[in-house]
């Protein structure tokens, strides 16, 4: 059974810090390229950034670049999101994503909210 459970999110203050994680079971982790996904109310899911199979190859949204990082640990089956400077815009549930053509796997979420 294919399992992608995220946690780490929560209520922060702007200008904080999360990691969030995504734990994922059921399939070979290693050989799927990963990516986190927000999606805030009233709006469309975007992606957030994108991690390769590897972990060689990393890349962001505009408004994310230099204040996420992505990262993965093949050998616990797992995917990070380190969120620095976070500001209320970043309000959204988090999903992350596994891709592999033609399988594609989605997790439940995990709330962030950023509010003083």
């Known amino acids: 059974q294919v399992q992608l459970v995220e946690s780490g999110g929560g209520l922060v203050q702007p200008g904080g810090s999360l990691r969030l994680s995504c734990a994922a079971s059921g399939f070979t982790f290693s050989v799927y390229a990963m990516r986190w996904y927000r999606q805030a109310p009233g709006k469309e899911r975007e992606l957030v950034a994108y991690?390769?199979?590897?972990?060689?190859?990393?890349n962001y949204s505009d408004s994310m670049k230099g204040r996420f990082t992505i990262s993965r640990d093949n050998a616990k089956n797992t995917v990070y999101l380190q969120m620095n400077s976070l500001k209320p815009e970043d309000t959204a549930v988090y999903y992350c994503?596994?891709?592999?053509?033609?399988?594609?796997?989605w997790g439940q979420g995990t709330q962030v909210t950023v509010s003083s």
């Open positions: 994503n596994a891709w592999r053509r033609p399988n594609e796997y």
């Open positions: 991690i390769s199979a590897a972990g060689g190859s990393t």
